[in-house]
């Protein structure tokens, strides 16, 4: 399992560290496979929490289509007929999931396959939802994001992923205060959130980015395929 966290600060060191890794590790095989195992177990193991999550009209940014069984949902150049509501997201195009959690862990996946900007992860219940929004653990969200068809990160750090992701499968577990992103397909991590401080309710938290050159894919919901 590899992940590459790039920041502006150690860019160097990073660097050196991942040749050294990647040129080790292509000398014996053996030890790749191994890691793929262990990154098949993590993932199988968080699998096991996994819960039905649909998205929540009441928290949609008006310019989002929603799918009638709250699967799936992209972005519309057209403002849809849905009342202002104090839950929802009037700028950013975001929406939430009906479900909250506030104890236990939990796990969904999300296929991203053929998008060209999302975001992902969860949020606090009393996360700012009109005007600019800045999406930080600081201010309440612990998502990873796609811009421009090639750009990961997480808050401001940026992420170097061996491959694009078709599936992201997001795991929380609240009591040990850690959010971790996977690669469904490659069992590979992404990223992954510690020390986090929850304290409320939390959501899982939907964004298929804005209309990116006539780009309407949906983000959709996907079903949990566990296999031990």
Not at 66 to 75: A, E, H, R, V
Not at 176 to 200: K, M, P, Q, R, W
């Amino acid at each position: 399992m590899n992940r590459v966290n790039i920041t502006k600060s150690s860019p160097l060191r990073m660097t050196s560290c991942c040749c050294v890794l990647f040129c080790f590790r292509s000398q014996d095989p053996s030890l790749n496979e191994k890691d793929k195992l262990i990154a098949k177990a993590k993932l199988n193991r968080a699998q096991e929490f996994a819960k039905d999550v649909t998205l929540d009209p009441d928290t949609a940014n008006p310019y989002l289509i929603l799918s009638d069984d709250g699967k799936q949902i992209y972005c519309s150049n057209v403002r849809q007929n849905r009342p202002d509501n104090p839950k929802s997201f009037n700028t950013a195009c975001n929406v939430l999931a009906k479900q909250s959690f506030s104890s236990g862990r939990f796990y969904y996946e999300v296929q991203v396959e053929g998008m060209a900007a999302w975001d992902l992860g969860v949020v606090k219940e009393s996360i700012d939802r009109k005007g600019s929004i800045t999406a930080s653990p600081e201010n309440g969200f612990w998502t990873i994001c796609l811009r421009k068809g090639l750009k990961y990160r997480a808050s401001s750090v940026h992420l170097s992923l061996k491959h694009q992701p078709k599936k992201v499968g997001v795991f929380v577990d609240y009591a040990n205060g850690s959010v971790s992103f996977y690669d469904v397909d490659s069992a590979d991590l992404i990223h992954h959130f510690t020390a986090c401080s929850f304290t409320e309710k939390l959501y899982p938290f939907f964004s298929p980015g804005c209309l990116n050159g006539g780009n309407n894919t949906p983000l959709i919901i996907s079903d949990v395929n566990y296999t031990d």
